[in-house]
């Protein structure tokens, strides 16, 4: 399972760990990843998902899962999350 997150493409940072003695060691920053399950009000359905904390954040500001998917860029996207970006637009262009 990698730690990237399927809404944001947030993934792994490295830099440095820095002791009182001034000593530089490399270590990796890993983002703060949670398995929730999304409900689409267009679609009626729920997706589990593995989203960092900043990104459900993002959701919830922006009025829900469909309304992120349609302003979020698909460079970014997961292949199940741009998955279920086309199946939103479809459902809407229909009704």
Same mark, same amino acid.
């Given at each position: =399972?990698?730690?990237?997150?399927?809404? &944001?493409?947030?993934? /792994? =940072?490295?830099?440095?760990? !820095?002791?009182?003695?001034?000593?530089? &060691?490399?270590?990796? #920053? %890993? /983002?703060?990843?949670? +398995?929730?399950?999304?409900?689409? +009000?267009?679609?009626?359905?729920? #997706?589990? =998902?593995? !989203?960092?904390?900043?990104? %459900?954040?993002?959701? +919830?500001?922006?009025?829900?899962?469909?309304? #992120?998917?349609?302003?979020?860029? +698909?460079?970014? %996207?997961?292949?199940? @999350?741009?998955?279920?970006?086309?199946?939103?637009?479809?459902?809407? @262009?229909?009704?």
């Amino acid at each position: =399972m990698s730690r990237v997150c399927e809404l &944001t493409g947030k993934g /792994p =940072m490295s830099g440095n760990t !820095i002791s009182h003695a001034n000593n530089k &060691t490399r270590r990796r #920053f %890993l /983002p703060n990843l949670n +398995d929730v399950t999304l409900t689409s +009000d267009v679609l009626g359905q729920s #997706f589990k =998902m593995r !989203i960092s904390a900043h990104a %459900l954040r993002s959701v +919830d500001h922006r009025g829900g899962l469909d309304a #992120f998917l349609a302003k979020a860029k +698909d460079e970014e %996207l997961s292949s199940n @999350a741009l998955k279920i970006k086309k199946e939103i637009a479809k459902a809407q @262009a229909a009704a």
